[in-house]
Nanobody, 121 residues
């Protein structure tokens, strides 16, 4: 499966963005989808994941209550709705596909190219 992440941009603190992870070559029904992010000079961080089996979702503590991961099977796309954004959310965001949710992006089978999110006034 090939993944294309999009939807990043510049937003003010407190604002919202919706990231998209569009798949081609296979249906996302078959995969767990994870979102990760990496800020300059920092380690890559797991953000969220939705499983393929029951569609359950999980979030890092730093984004819980502000971010929501969801699937649109008709569009073969997974979204990450990000609300109440903070400057510390600034990073390149990546989506990844695999059989289950992993905490490390390297364990996933496929990864998108990343989309930049900048939260700044």
């Amino acid at each position: 499966v090939q993944l294309q992440a999009s939807g990043g941009g510049l937003v003010q603190p407190g604002g919202s963005l919706r990231l998209s992870c569009a798949a081609s070559g296979s249906t996302l029904d078959y995969y767990a989808i994870g979102w990760f992010r990496q800020a300059p000079g920092k380690e890559r961080e797991w953000v969220s994941c939705t499983s393929k089996s029951d569609g359950s979702t999980d979030y890092a503590g730093s984004v819980k209550g502000r971010f929501t991961i969801s699937r649109d099977n008709a569009k073969n796309t997974v979204y990450l709705q990000m609300n109440a954004l903070k400057p510390e959310d600034t990073a390149v965001y990546y989506c990844a596909a695999g059989p289950i949710c992993y905490s490390d992006i390297v364990a996933f089978n496929s990864r998108g190219q990343g989309t930049q999110v900048t939260v700044s006034s």
